[in-house]
């Protein structure tokens, strides 16, 4: 059924830009808050940026504010992740996940993308 697939991942220096996308198929991404979180090896699993279903509230965590902007695509329904200043710390993979109505939940994730910050 629902397929979310993550790109634009690799490696980059610190300071430099990325944008990450996340093509969903099997839904319309706009009838769903949909959520950006990241793994780094030996951490646990980070909230990094969500937008709600409409698409006019958004939520970044602290350690990215400024720096990441999502936002959604509904022609293409696609997720980005812009992300500019990259530091080290935000090596890790990234997922996309779909939120269940109501709740903080998320029921579906994709297989995520890394992402290396390195010089």
């Known amino acids: 059924q629902l397929q979310l697939v993550e790109s634009g991942g690799g490696l980059v220096q610190p300071g430099g830009s990325l944008r990450l996308s996340c093509a969903a198929a099997g839904c319309t991404l706009g009838d769903f808050a949909i959520a950006w979180f990241r793994q780094a090896p030996g951490k646990e699993r980070e909230g990094v940026s969500c937008?709600?279903?409409?698409?006019?509230?958004?939520y970044y965590a602290d350690s990215v504010e400024g720096r990441f902007t999502i936002s959604r695509d509904s022609a293409k329904n696609t997720l980005y992740l812009q992300k500019n200043s990259l530091k080290p710390e935000d090596t890790a993979v990234y997922y996309c996940?779909?939120?269940?109505?109501?709740?903080?939940?998320?029921?579906?994730w994709g297989q995520g993308t890394q992402v290396t910050v390195s010089s």
């Open positions: 996940a779909r939120g269940v109505a109501g709740t903080r939940l998320y029921d579906y």
């Open positions: 937008i709600s279903k409409s698409g006019e509230s958004t």
